[in-house]
T-cell receptor, first 110, second 113 residues
Framework: SQQGEEDPQALSIQEGENATMNCSYK?????LQWYRQNSGRGLVHLIL?????REKHSGRLRVTLDTSKKSSSLLITASRAADTASYFC??????????FGKGTMLLVSP | SQTIHQWPATLVQPVGSPLSLECTVE??????LYWYRQAAGRGLQLLFY??????ISSEVPQNLSASRPQDRQFILSSKKLLLSDSGFYLC????????????FGSGTRLTVV
């Protein structure tokens, strides 16, 4: 069963703009992770935030986690055409099994 | 450095034929190994995971099976494929503890005809 639900399902922006994707989940977690998938390729791990963390940065990525609301957001600043991909949130509970949402398709136009 | 290899990249198989997808990890020992399936336009569904040689946990009962004959080898099999088995199959590994990201293979696009 899927734990995370991303919002929006699709997002279209211009280069240089910021992109924000949201994720909601249902049960308690150990950590939450964000992945990127280019069309027809495998997933690439972007960032992991633990349940006792509220915010984390990695380059142009900023992730927040609100465990009281069971939600997370991924912000990509100054988007580039190369950021065009699907983005998935995934939660870990129990013994290291990732549960994925359906993803957000991001299109960044030059 | 650790690498994960998954093959073949694409596969077209007739209904009722057998299936064998292989995944190997290099540069680490005793990894947790996973098989996921991604249907078109959807998220990833966990099929099997393994925390050690010969240890397989199934998440979704179906006509697929998995085996781990060696520490860094994970195989997904089927005796008779169904049309509904079509999809994008991804192998992944992580360290044997919570708090690490997963590393995914490049995937196998399976089309059952």
């Amino acid at each position: 069963s899927q734990q995370g639900e991303e919002d929006p399902q699709a997002l279209s922006i211009q280069e240089g703009e910021n992109a924000t994707m949201n994720c909601s989940y249902k049960t308690s977690i150990n950590n939450l992770q964000w992945y990127r998938q280019n069309s027809g390729r495998g997933l690439v791990h972007l960032i992991l935030i633990r349940s006792n963390e509220r915010e984390k940065h990695s380059g142009r990525l900023r992730v927040t986690l609100d465990t009281s609301k069971k939600s997370s957001s991924l912000l990509i600043t100054a988007s580039r055409a190369a950021d065009t991909a699907s983005y998935f949130c995934a939660t870990v509970s129990g013994y290291s099994t990732l549960t994925f949402g359906k993803g957000t398709m991001l299109l960044v136009s030059p | 450095s650790q690498t994960i290899h998954q093959w073949p990249a694409t596969l077209v198989q007739p209904v009722g034929s057998p299936l064998s997808l292989e995944c190997t990890v290099e540069g680490t020992s005793n990894p947790n190994l996973y098989w996921y399936r991604q249907a078109a336009g959807r998220g990833l569904q966990l099929l099997f995971y393994s925390v050690g040689i010969g240890q397989i946990s199934s998440e979704v009962p179906q006509n697929l099976s998995a085996s781990r004959p060696q520490d860094r080898q994970f195989i997904l099999s089927s005796k008779k494929l169904l049309l509904s088995d079509s999809g994008f199959y991804l192998c992944a590994w992580t360290m044997d503890r919570v708090g690490y990201g997963y590393t995914f293979g490049s995937g196998t696009r399976l089309t059952v005809v």
